[in-house]
């Protein structure tokens, strides 16, 4: 079945260090991938999206490459904010849904805290 | 405005009770979703909602039922609560043709005493 391996955290960095948060995934086919934010007392949020191999997505000055030959979807930003201590979750979506249905496949999620 | 509402955002019930989770999302989609999210924020697919079609995830206990008044909503309904379902459930849509996100309500803190 489809699977999505995080870095395990948590994360602890200072203000404007450099982030990257891992994250593969086991697919058959050709997957979307997503990065999704939850900010503390929140629901989760879209961060930002690929939809084929060798797309990158880009938000809030976070991106990830698709890297189809290593199943990878790692997320970077080159100097995080102490407004950017959220969990993050790398995900998938069903690239052959039972149905029309679609779901995501999340990854356990990396708790990152920015110390100013 | 809220895309995808939940109520209650928190719930406080004790073991044994019955008690439901309500979900709306006006954003037009197709597809609604129940997530579980356990206290190390591990998020498991519970049940997806397609026209009619429920797809239900195998290792949800049949104490839980999704009901679907309509494609605006899915509420979700638990028997005979128990203290591991204390978690945070997350209700979720989607426009479902595509390979497209999903946009997530709040979040409904469940805590079974």
């Known amino acids: 079945g489809n699977s999505v391996t995080q870095m395990e955290g948590p994360v602890t960095l200072s203000e404007e260090a450099f982030l990257t948060i891992n994250c593969t995934y086991t697919?058959?086919?050709?997957?979307?991938l997503f990065w999704y934010v939850q900010y503390p007392g929140e629901g989760l949020q879209l961060l930002l999206k690929?939809?084929?191999?060798?797309d990158k997505g880009s938000n809030k000055g976070f991106e990830a490459t698709y890297r189809k030959e290593t199943t990878s979807f790692h997320l970077e930003k080159g100097s995080v904010q102490v407004s950017d201590s959220a969990v993050y979750f790398c995900?998938?979506?069903?690239?052959?849904?039972?149905?029309?249905?679609?779901?995501?496949?999340f990854g356990s999620g990396t708790q990152l805290t920015v110390l100013p | 405005d809220t895309a995808v509402s939940q109520t209650p955002k928190y719930l406080v019930t004790q073991m044994g009770n019955d008690k439901s989770i309500k979900c709306e999302q006006n954003?037009?989609?197709?597809?609604m979703y129940w997530y579980k999210q356990d206290s190390k924020k591990f998020l498991k697919i519970m049940f997806s909602?397609?026209?009619?079609?429920?797809?239900i995830n195998e290792t949800v206990p049949n104490r839980f039922s999704p009901k679907s008044p309509d494609k605006a909503h899915l509420n979700l309904h638990i028997n005979s609560l128990e203290l591991g379902d204390s978690a945070v459930y997350f209700c979720?849509?989607?426009?479902?043709?595509?390979?497209?996100?999903?946009?997530f309500g709040q979040g409904t803190r469940l805590t079974v005493v």
């Open positions: 954003l037009g989609h197709d597809t």
């Open positions: 690929a939809t084929k191999a060798d």
């Open positions: 995900a998938l979506s069903d690239p052959f849904p039972s149905g029309s249905a679609r779901q995501l496949t």
């Open positions: 979720a849509s989607s426009q479902g043709v595509g390979n497209t996100e999903a946009f």
């Open positions: 697919a058959t086919g050709y997957p979307s």
């Open positions: 909602y397609n026209n009619k079609e429920l797809i």
